[in-house]
């Protein structure tokens, strides 16, 4: 039983096993002293008999017939209720069956209050010692109230009130991991909003700069026409920053239900790149698919476009003039893996492990398009439905992103 791999309660049973035969033990002594008590009075007795009789002069062999006779009768009866000896007869006036009485109750006084001072003992023993690992318990639980998780519950033996602690062990760990989650999302919602106030910062610096230059020069149609072209695009930025942030927020809240279906890969790429081409051919860059047209993805379509086209994006904005894109796919029992080379400048290995970061973008990148949440979106939606967004690349060698997810069965 469980009860008994608790070490308290296990020596707590053994103490009243002892107890138990210490009883029967005082018992058996109890008895052997009232039999010896009934055997001295039954010779007390006797003797007392026998000495009245022979006082009297009574022969000897009538005495020790009257001892030894057993016979009862009605004239015996009658004689001793003359006699004033009967059941009704009180104790005090039978000074043998008093004194046995005496002996016999200061004996089971005194082995009942020694019987009682172990048995109280024991037990008062073991309930300080469970209330002292109840105290303990308690002052864990109030420091974890408090928020200190530095200490731990008793956990050294086996049993329920042990298994209970483990269990509130673990409910600490618990409080302690939301706890720790709730400063970082405070540290991470603070760094997000400074970021965000910092990439709003310079569109909306510009719009305000635009404005004033084209506010001075009302009548100057050129310069209106260029600094509006200008505010166009700083307003296009700030779209694009606040639209991003809002998908990547709805991520991050675990609000986007991802509804998985089986897709042509090559509908995939083609529907994420389509509104990239037109901008891939004014910069003279090349998009070139290549992979099976019967190969199908289970994703959901929405989002998983949405990361292809974000990697598309960076791999535009890293390439110069006369780059080349390819997008190529295979497919295994295992896993099935969408590649997005180019031919760019590549990533320096000491940008390598920050591009997935928010916001982050590398100085040789800090005249490039973008803001710096794409890649961070595509590698939460990519991981969101159970993928791997990697990277491989190094200076002057292009880079490569590897979209791999499991082949479902």
Known sequence: MMIYRDKQIRHFFFFLLFFGLLLFLCGGILNAIQAKAIQNLFLSHNNAVATSLLEQGVSEGVVAQAITNTTMSQEGSDLLIKIGVKETTKIEL??????????????????????????????IY????????????????????????????????????????????????ILQSKSETKHNAKIFL????????????????????????????????????????KMGQALERTEQLILSMLKITRLDAGNIVFERHPYRIIELIEEAIGELTTRAEKEGK???????????????????????????????????????????????????????????????SQDLHHIFKRFYRSKKSLDTQG???????????????????????????????????????
Request: aromatic share 8%; net charge negative.
């Open 190 to 229: 603070k760094h997000t909003i400074a970021d965000i106030s910092h990439q709003l910062k310079t569109p909306l610096t510009a719009l305000s700069m635009y404005r004033e230059i084209i506010s001075d020069e009302p009548e100057n149609v050129d310069t209106v026409k260029e600094y509006s072209e």
């Open 94 to 123: 039978l000074p043998f069956i008093d004194s046995l009485q005496k002996t016999t109750g200061y004996s089971m006084m005194l082995m009942g209050a020694f019987l009682s001072i172990i048995l109280f003992g024991g037990s």
């Open 126 to 173: 073991f309930f300080q010692k469970r209330d002292c690992l109840y105290q303990q318990g308690l002052q864990v639980v109030s420091r974890f109230t408090e928020g200190d998780f530095s200490c731990n519950m008793p956990q050294l033996e086996e049993g329920t009130i042990y298994r209970l602690f483990t269990s509130v062990e673990q409910l600490s760990t």
């Open 371 to 409: 803001v710096g949440l794409g890649l961070s979106m595509a590698k939460s939606i990519i991981e969101e439905q159970g993928g791997v967004l990697s990277v491989q690349s190094g200076l002057g060698e292009g880079t490569v992103f590897i979209l791999s997810f499991l082949t479902e069965l």
């Open 286 to 348: 090349n998009i070139v698919l290549d992979g099976s047209t019967e190969a199908t993805l289970l994703c959901d379509k929405q989002w998983t476009r949405e990361a292809i086209e974000n990697i598309v994006k960076n791999a535009l904005d890293h390439t110069c003039w006369g780059g080349r894109i390819h997008i190529s796919w295979e497919c295994t029992p295992i896993v099935k893996r969408i590649y997005i080379k180019d031919n760019g400048a590549g990533i320096s």
